[in-house]
């Protein structure tokens, strides 16, 4: 493929601002000399992030939609966050800081599952032999073979009535009818993690929230060398010249805050890297009195776009396939603000984790089937001491509560702490801290949230360069990358490497994915953990 060697010439506009499009534009200035003036990125909203969120104050609650997970073998991820100075320390790395931080709060989950309000132990996965079979099986079987199977299509019933699943499903969010393909490529992925699995053993976080730990010093490295940041512009279409052996981006068509549409017209050393799809996309906030309202693909820009450069060119993939059964995408999360100390208080000497260490709590009772993560506080740079916050999600929003009989879509936030204190056992003991407005909960529906874990096959989402692109390429969760898994920041930034080392004459390649699936001291403690 030819490369740019003129990039002084190239200007670079990168739709959409979350971390692919972020790493993409530090890449392209760092490694492809691409001056920072020369880079665009389109945002149609007023903050930077995607996926990567955290936001709020005391005074109205804080809000995460969700937590990224983290851990030490993330080679692209790591590789970018050591160029970014810390948020409060411009002589550390993003990555340094993160490092530190992990070496002080280790994740030892000891309350991982309950039932009753109760511990369950989960020394063994509670898999058959039948069970263990299967899932030594499908991770060697090839991809290819797979096609677009559920998972419930592989494994008995019984398999997801164990320990294993529960907390599988809990921790990655994949469902029953989440693709095959992909669970597969976890167990590859991660095997190394799987004999600490039950502990959350190897998981690693941020210091705060990823906005504040990455997203922030992120654009702040790039403002500082001149990327333009052009909120409220959305892109709704993009025009393409095509030819059997070339494809080439000409002009894009963006709106303004005020409704203003332009044109883009891109020069012949132009390019665009454009994020197809989104999981956070037409999401919304709940309040305490009111439920998140579900909305759908009418109220979101990077779907609308795909499905539009879609129908132009097979190689541009099938957003359709995710996109399109809102039913089987959705969850609903929620976080909770509270100016007292007797949640958290209760929490730690229950599970014998201080906050931090204890990562997901799963309720397996619950028929929202719902988990709770209590970060290290503050999750905040703006959070007071004397202020906790805790986030919750629920994997079935549809059914009916246990204790409060409404379906989890149908609650408000003060509704969803409710069933929550039930599943506990501290209703009583919760509460003087509602009766005296100590505490506040926001929920929040999400209906693109599984999006990516749709059973697909190979060509539905788009390979990052597809094959004559000559000037553009797809970034993010919904690009093509072979063995690595969605639903992770090392995706997006992988997608970033690919785009920017395809197009750029740079001194250095992508990352190569850690092959931890051939280490034979791995697959023995992974098959041991099985078994147990």
């Known amino acids: 493929m030819e490369k740019n060697t003129h990039p002084e010439r190239s200007k670079v506009y990168l739709v959409g601002s979350g971390i692919a499009s972020l790493a993409a534009a530090v890449y392209l200035i760092k490694d492809a000399g691409v001056p920072g003036e020369n880079i665009h990125i389109l945002e149609q909203d007023d903050i930077t992030g995607g ?26 991820y790591w590789d970018l ?8 320390d411009p002589n550390v790395s993003v990555r340094d800081e993160s490092f530190e931080f992990n070496e002080r709060f280790v994740s030892h989950a000891q309350a991982r599952l309950l039932r009753e309000g109760k511990k369950l132990d989960v020394s063994s996965f509670g898999l058959s032999l039948s069970d263990q079979t299967d899932l030594l099986k499908l991770t ?10 559920r998972i419930e299509d592989w494994f008995s019933a019984a398999f997801f009535e164990t320990n294993f699943w529960h907390i599988w499903t809990s921790m990655f969010a994949f469902q029953k009818w989440s693709s095959l393909a992909e669970m597969r490529r976890y167990m590859k992925r991660f095997i190394h993690l799987v004999d600490g699995l039950h502990q959350l053993g190897g998981v690693m976080r941020t210091k705060y929230n990823q906005y504040h730990s990455v997203i922030l010093p992120t654009q702040r490295y790039l403002e500082e060398r001149g990327v333009h940041f052009d909120m409220h512009m959305q892109v709704t279409d993009i025009d393409f010249e095509l030819a059997s052996d070339a494809k080439r981006a000409t002009v894009l068509l963006v709106t303004d805050r005020a409704g203003k549409r332009s044109e883009i017209v891109l020069g012949s050393d132009d390019y665009v890297f454009v994020t197809n799809g989104s999981l956070t996309e037409s999401t919304d906030n709940g309040s305490w009195n009111t439920p998140a309202r579900l909305k759908g693909k009418a109220d979101s820009g990077s779907w609308l776009l795909w499905e539009k450069i879609a129908k132009k060119d097979k190689a541009f993939g099938r957003p359709g396939v995710f996109c399109d059964n809102i039913d089987l995408q959705k969850w609903y999360s929620f976080t909770a603000t509270l100016k007292d100390d007797t949640f ?8 014998g984790n201080v906050d931090g260490t204890g990562g997901l709590v799963t309720m397996t009772d619950s028929n929202w089937f719902m ?27 549809d059914r009916e509560g246990n204790f409060i009989k409404k379906k989890m879509s149908d609650c408000t936030g003060e509704e969803m702490l409710e ?4 599943h506990l056992g501290i209703q009583e003991k919760m509460k003087p801290v509602t009766e ?13 949230v599984d999006a990516l874990f ?10 990052v360069i597809p094959k004559g692109a000559k000037n553009f390429a797809f970034l993010g969760q919904f690009a093509e990358v072979p063995d690595d898994c969605v639903f992770t920041v090392e995706y997006s930034v992988r997608t970033a490497q690919m785009a920017v080392f395809g197009h750029f004459d740079a001194d250095r390649g992508v990352n190569p994915i850690y092959d931890s699936i051939h280490n034979p001291l791995v697959l023995m403690k992974a098959a041991k953990a099985i078994s147990r």
């Open 51 to 76: 996926a990567c969120d955290g936001a709020g104050d005391v005074e109205h609650g804080f809000v995460v939609r969700g937590g990224r997970m983290h851990e030490k073998h993330y080679e692209c």
């Open 81 to 88: 966050l050591s160029n970014i100075p810390s948020l409060e």
């Open 140 to 149: 060697f079987v090839s991809e290819r073979s797979l096609g677009n199977q």
């Open 344 to 351: 958290h208080d209760y929490m730690e000497n229950f599970s």
């Open 371 to 397: 988990s709770i993560v209590i970060a290290r506080q503050p999750h905040f740079p703006n959070q007071p001491k004397d202020v906790k916050i805790f986030w919750g999600y629920g994997l079935y929003p």
């Open 419 to 422: 069933e929550l204190y039930y």
């Open 436 to 448: 005296a407005g100590k505490v506040n909960c926001i929920p929040v529906a999400m209906p693109f």
């Open 454 to 463: 749709m059973p697909r096959t190979l060509g539905d989402r788009p390979l």
